[in-house]
C-alpha cells in the first residue's frame, strides 16, 4: 500500500514538473518572441484604421513574476493616438483609410481619435472613409475623413441620441425577489429601476440634459468636418433626411455614393498605383505594434507618467477592465518615488464603484500630490467613484462629453422573504446578542439592520462631499447644491467648477509639462498588473479553450437573457457602499 502511495505521489510529481516545465517554456518563448516581433512597413504605404479590436484607453503592462517577463499590451486608444501621431512625419505613410469600421468605443474616445485624424489631415496626406453602412457613432469618426463614401445599398443611422433603462420593480414584485435600498442623493438613479416602475422625474431630467450637451458636442464637430450648419444637421436627425446614400448625399452628410472597388482605385489613383496592382496597406494595430517594439525615437529623460484609472472600481490587484487599488496605488507610489518622472497625469474612465476603494485611491493621490503635481483627464466616464478618485487632482480637465458628477452613495442587498413565504421557506435565527446575527436573505430586513447601513451611507456621503469640497476648494454647502447623485457632462461641469478646463489627454499632458517648466519630456503609461498562473494560461490557449463563467453562460442561454440576468443579479454581488453610475446606461 505504502508503496503504491509512493508511485502515485511520483507520478503526480513528474506531472506537475512537465506541467511546470512547459508552461514556463511558453512563457519565456512568448517573451523572447514578442521582443523580436517585426512588422514591415513598405514605401506609399495607407494605414487601414480598424478600430474592432480596440476597447479600452489602456492595453496594459502585464507582469508574470512566476515567470519572470512582463508583456505589454498594444491594442488601446493609447496605442492608437500614438501611432498616429508618429505616422504624420513618417513618409512611408500617405494616408489613412476607414474602412467598414465597426466599435464599441465612446464618444470621448472616437472624440480624441478624430482630433488625431485632424492634425494628421493638416500635413497634406490623406484620409478617407467607405463604409456599406453606418452607425451613429461610426458616422461620427468617420466624418472627418476628406471624403466620405458609402455603399450604393446602405443606410446612414443619424437621428439624434437615446437611451434605455429597464425597470424591474414590477418583476420584483412578481417574483418575490426584492431589492432593499438605502441611498443618498435624489438623483441617485442606480438604484432606481429596483424601486419603481418608471423613470422618476429627476433622472429624465438629467439624462435629457446630458444626452442634449452630448449631442450638441457630436454636431458642432460633424459640422466643422462637413461644413453643413449645426441647425441643419439638427434638421437632418429630426427628419431622417439621411436614411439612405441619395438622401444622405444631397444633405452633405456623404461625398460619394460608390462600391468598395471604386474607393479602392480612388486609394490607388491618389498614390499613383497604376493597373492591377494592389496598394500598399497596414492595420492601425500592427503599425502600433511596430512602434512599440522599436520606440519612438524619444530619449529625452524627463517623464510624465500617465496611469490609467479604467473600469468599474472593485477592490484588489485591478486590471484593464477594472479598477483596483492594488495596481493604482502602486502606480502612484512608484511615480512619485521615480526622479525622472516630473509629473502624474491620472487618466480616469470609470463609472465608479466600492466607496472604500475610492477612499484608498484618493488618499495615494493626496499622499502624491504633496511630492509631484497630479493632474486629471478624465475619458467618456469619470462618474461618483470616479470622481471621488479625481476629486483632489491639482487640474481636473474633462471631454465635453464625458459624463461626471454623480456625488451620492447607496447600498442595496437582495431580500427573498417573500419568495420564501411562497414556498413555505421559515428562516430562524438564534445569537447571543441584540446584532449578532448576520444579515438574512430570508428574513424582513431588520430596523436596526437598516439604521445602521443607512448611517453609513450618510457618512460616506458626507465625507465624499468634504473630499470635493476640499478638493474644489468650495464650500460643503456649495458642493451638496450640485451633488445628491446629479450627473452632468465636462460642459456643465465646468459651469459648476467641477472641472477646470476643456481638454482631452493631449492638452492635460501639456499642462503637466508646462507646470514643472519642462518642454523636452518622455511619456510613460502605467500601471502594470500582476498576473497569475491561470491568467498566463488563459491568456496562451485562449478563452475558446478555457472559457470564463460569462462565456459558458452567454453560450447557454443567450446574450439577450444573459443581459437581463445580470441586471437582476448586478447589485446582489456588489459590496460594501458603493459610489456608481447606473448599471449600464448605453447612449445610442
Not at 484588489?316 to 495596481?327: C, L, N, R
Request: include cysteine; charge should be negative.
Amino acid at each position: 500500500m505504502k508503496f503504491l502511495r509512493n508511485v502515485l505521489a511520483t507520478i503526480v510529481g513528474l506531472f506537475i514538473f512537465f506541467g511546470v516545465l512547459f508552461f514556463g517554456m511558453l512563457a519565456v518563448g512568448a517573451a523572447m518572441g514578442s521582443s523580436s516581433d517585426k512588422v514591415v512597413v513598405k514605401d506609399n504605404s495607407v494605414i487601414n484604421l480598424d478600430l474592432s479590436g480596440v476597447k479600452y484607453d489602456y492595453a496594459g503592462k502585464f507582469n508574470y513574476k512566476d515567470f519572470g517577463f512582463v508583456d505589454a499590451g498594444k491594442d488601446g486608444v493609447a496605442d492608437i493616438l500614438a501611432a498616429i501621431e508618429y505616422a504624420k512625419a513618417d513618409d512611408r505613410i500617405k494616408g489613412i483609410s476607414i474602412l467598414n469600421d465597426e466599435s464599441s468605443l465612446g464618444v470621448v474616445q472616437k472624440r480624441e481619435i478624430r482630433k488625431k485624424l485632424e492634425e494628421f489631415k493638416k500635413t497634406g496626406k490623406f484620409v478617407l472613409a467607405y463604409a456599406n453602412t453606418y452607425s451613429q457613432g461610426e458616422y461620427y469618426l468617420n466624418s472627418v475623413a476628406d471624403t466620405v463614401y458609402v455603399n450604393p445599398v446602405g443606410t446612414i443611422d443619424f437621428k439624434g441620441l437615446s437611451t434605455e433603462i429597464l425597470y424591474l420593480k414590477g418583476l420584483q414584485d412578481k417574483t418575490g425577489v426584492q431589492m432593499e435600498v438605502m441611498r443618498h442623493g435624489k438623483y441617485k438613479s442606480a438604484v432606481e429601476p429596483y424601486l419603481q416602475d418608471k423613470m422618476s422625474d429627476a433622472n429624465r431630467e438629467q439624462i435629457t440634459v446630458f444626452l442634449n450637451s452630448i449631442w450638441e458636442t457630436i454636431v458642432e464637430d460633424i459640422s466643422k468636418s462637413r461644413k453643413v450648419p449645426v441647425e441643419k444637421l439638427n434638421e437632418i436627425a429630426n427628419n431622417l433626411e439621411a436614411r439612405t446614400p441619395s438622401r444622405a448625399l444631397k444633405a452633405g452628410l456623404v461625398d460619394k455614393v460608390a462600391y468598395e472597388d471604386e474607393y479602392h482605385a480612388a486609394i490607388k489613383k491618389a498614390l499613383k498605383v497604376e493597373g492591377d496592382v494592389d496598394y500598399n496597406t497596414i492595420d492601425i494595430l500592427d503599425y502600433a505594434k511596430d512602434l512599440i517594439v522599436k520606440g519612438d525615437g524619444n530619449t529625452a529623460e524627463d517623464q510624465i507618467a500617465v496611469i490609467y484609472a479604467q473600469g468599474q472600481i472593485l477592490s484588489g490587484e485591478g486590471s484593464v477592465s477594472y479598477i483596483g487599488e492594488g495596481s493604482i496605488n502602486r502606480a502612484l507610489k512608484e511615480a512619485r518615488k521615480d526622479d525622472k518622472i516630473k509629473a502624474v497625469v491620472l487618466r480616469v474612465n470609470s463609472p465608479g464603484g466600492s466607496a472604500l476603494t475610492s477612499e484608498l485611491i484618493w488618499r495615494e493621490v493626496e499622499l502624491t500630490k504633496k511630492v509631484k503635481p497630479v493632474i486629471v483627464s478624465m475619458g467618456d466616464l469619470a462618474a461618483s467613484g470616479g470622481y471621488y478618485i479625481s476629486c483632489n487632482a491639482d487640474r481636473i480637465f474633462a471631454d465635453p462629453s464625458t459624463i461626471t458628477g454623480s456625488i451620492g452613495v447607496f447600498g442595496m442587498v437582495p431580500n427573498m422573504k417573500t419568495l420564501a413565504n411562497k414556498y413555505g421557506v421559515n428562516a430562524e435565527q438564534v445569537k447571543t446578542h441584540d446584532n449578532a446575527a448576520n444579515y438574512s436573505l430570508f428574513r424582513e430586513v431588520d430596523p436596526g439592520f437598516k439604521m445602521v447601513v443607512t448611517e453609513g451611507i450618510e457618512d460616506i456621503y458626507t465625507t465624499f462631499v468634504k473630499r470635493v469640497a476640499d478638493g474644489r476648494k468650495l464650500t460643503v454647502e456649495q458642493v451638496d447644491e450640485i451633488a445628491q447623485g446629479r450627473v452632468w457632462t465636462g460642459k456643465d461641469a465646468l459651469k459648476n467648477k467641477l472641472v477646470d478646463e476643456l481638454g482631452g489627454l493631449d492638452k492635460a499632458i501639456a499642462y503637466a509639462a508646462k507646470k514643472v517648466e519642462i518642454d523636452s519630456y518622455k511619456v510613460v503609461n502605467f500601471p502594470e498588473y500582476k498576473m497569475k498562473f491561470e491568467d498566463l494560461l488563459r491568456s496562451y490557449l485562449g478563452s475558446s479553450m478555457i472559457k470564463t463563467e460569462e462565456q459558458l453562460i452567454k453560450e447557454k442561454i443567450g446574450e439577450a437573457n444573459y443581459e437581463m440576468l445580470e441586471r437582476l443579479n448586478y447589485f446582489s454581488n456588489l459590496k460594501g457602499v458603493q459610489a456608481i453610475m447606473p448599471f449600464e446606461l448605453k447612449i445610442e
